[in-house]
Structures are given as structure tokens and as C-alpha cells.
């Protein structure tokens, strides 16, 4: 909790700094000066796509490494079994991962959310907070497979490597699978690229919810629909798969 608060917090804090320092930090390079005329001025725009880069990276690093000893941790060390040896069904185990792991990514988003907002208005002077918030949306919604995906890895690995092993697999697996022009619309990845228009939408001050909820047709409600149930599949792969497992 206190790493992705951490990581989430300084990103959401950093994104419209970094881009609104560009042109100094460039003269401030050795032989970058004659680089530096050639940075446009910066724009709340430039913080938007900063701050969408920077949480998709770190999330999704987040999301593999906090999530892979979620259940094979606890299996390695004894406590699944502890704790499964009070009235506690399996199938509660496994979901109460899945939900503490959200509600931890939800923290980071809320603490991101207002740094990243604060500091874009005192910056730039304006970002139009309702496509803003729909930007925060999506990337949850982004990043909720890879989260699912890993915690399906924990759960049938019965180590942490091999959890990582198999959670990172899944992983590549769905990166592959985006790059399919075919399908590409419906996978996680279509999100980012909401959340791009929605960063635009918002540095532009667009006000209305409803303006900016007209970018989620299409490919963006696909992608939308397909990672709640692909969590979903996950979650329900996990609980059966943990059902028929036998814990030391």
C-alpha cells in the first residue's frame, strides 16, 4: 500500500512539472542548448500525456510485481493454511485478493488525481476536471487485467517465482495480442488511447461530462467491457483452481 501510494502520489505530482520544466531541464543538458529552441512551449496537454506515460509504465510494473506472491507467497510461507483452517471458504481467499489489490490502485489514482490536477491549474492555468477524472477511469479500467492476469499467475504457481513466471507470460500474452490490428479495439491497450484523447480533451477545457463520456464509443466501450470479464475469467480460473489445490 505504501509503494503504490508512494509511486502514484510522486508521478501524479511530477507529470505536470516535468513537463512544464522541459525547455529549462534541456538547457540545463551539456550540448542539449541548441536542442532546446526546438521544444514547443509547454502546454497542459504536455501533462496529460506525461502523466498518462508515466502511470501506464509504473502500474503496469506494479501490477506484475505486487501481485505475483498475492497466494504463493502465503503458500510458501504456511499462512494460506492457517488462515484457510478457520471458517473461511476458499472462494473468499481468492476474491478478497483481487479486491484488496484494487482498492489499494485505487488509492494511488486518488492520490495522483488531485496532485496531478493541482498542480497542472497552477502551472498552466486551466484542465477541465470531468475528462480528467473519465482519464483516471480508464486507466484503472486499463490496468485491472494485468492485475487479474497476475493474481491468476499467484494462484497457480506454487511459488513466487514460478508465480511470476506464469503472471508474466499472461502478461506478454495480452501485450502481443494488442498489437493484432484485428482485435487490438477491444484489448486494454484501446484504453491508453482514450485516456489520450481524454487528456486532450481536458487540456483543451472542455467542460461537459457528457462531451467527453462521447469518446467511449465504439472500440473504447469494447475494451471497457472485455477487461471487467476478462478479470472476471480470472478471478473465476483462480477459485477453481485454488479449490482443488492441497495447501501444506
Not at 516535468?18 to 540545463?28: C, G, I, R, S
Not at 483481487?98 to 489514482?109: D, E
Not at 478471478?235 to 483452481?241: E, K
Amino acid at each position: 500500500m505504501l509503494i503504490v501510494a508512494v509511486v502514484f502520489g510522486l508521478f501524479g505530482l511530477m507529470s505536470p512539472l516535468v513537463a512544464y520544466f522541459m525547455p529549462q531541464m534541456m538547457l540545463a543538458i551539456p550540448g542539449a542548448e541548441a536542442f532546446a529552441d526546438l521544444v514547443p512551449p509547454p502546454t497542459p496537454a504536455d501533462a496529460m500525456v506525461q502523466y498518462v506515460k508515466n502511470l501506464t509504465q509504473f502500474g503496469f510494473i506494479l501490477a506484475l510485481l505486487l501481485g505475483m506472491g498475492a497466494v504463493a507467497g502465503e503458500k510458501e510461507r504456511g499462512t494460506a493454511s492457517l488462515v484457510l483452517s478457520k471458517p473461511m471458504p476458499r472462494w473468499s481467499f481468492i476474491a478478497s485478493k483481487l479486491v484488496s489489490q484494487l482498492a489499494v490502485y485505487l488509492l494511488g489514482f486518488a492520490l495522483a488525481l488531485p496532485g496531478c490536477y493541482l498542480y497542472t491549474v497552477i502551472l498552466f492555468g486551466e484542465l477541465s476536471f470531468p475528462p480528467f477524472a473519465l482519464l483516471n477511469l480508464a486507466l484503472i479500467f486499463w490496468l485491472l487485467p494485468y492485475v487479474a492476469i497476475t493474481l491468476l499467475g499467484s494462484v497457480l504457481g506454487s511459488t513466487t517465482n514460478a508465480a511470476a513466471g506464469i503472471g508474466l507470460v499472461g502478461v506478454v500474452g495480452l501485450l502481443i495480442a494488442s498489437s493484432i490490428p484485428q482485435i487490438s479495439g477491444l484489448l486494454p491497450g484501446a484504453l491508453v488511447g482514450w485516456a489520450g484523447q481524454l487528456g486532450s480533451q481536458a487540456a483543451g477545457g472542455i467542460d461537459a461530462l457528457g462531451q467527453a463520456a462521447a469518446l467511449a464509443t465504439g472500440p473504447a466501450l469494447g475494451a471497457l467491457a472485455f477487461s471487467f470479464m476478462f478479470a472476471l475469467v480470472c478471478l473465476v480460473t483462480g477459485i477453481a483452481a485454488f479449490e482443488q489445490q492441497e495447501l501444506p
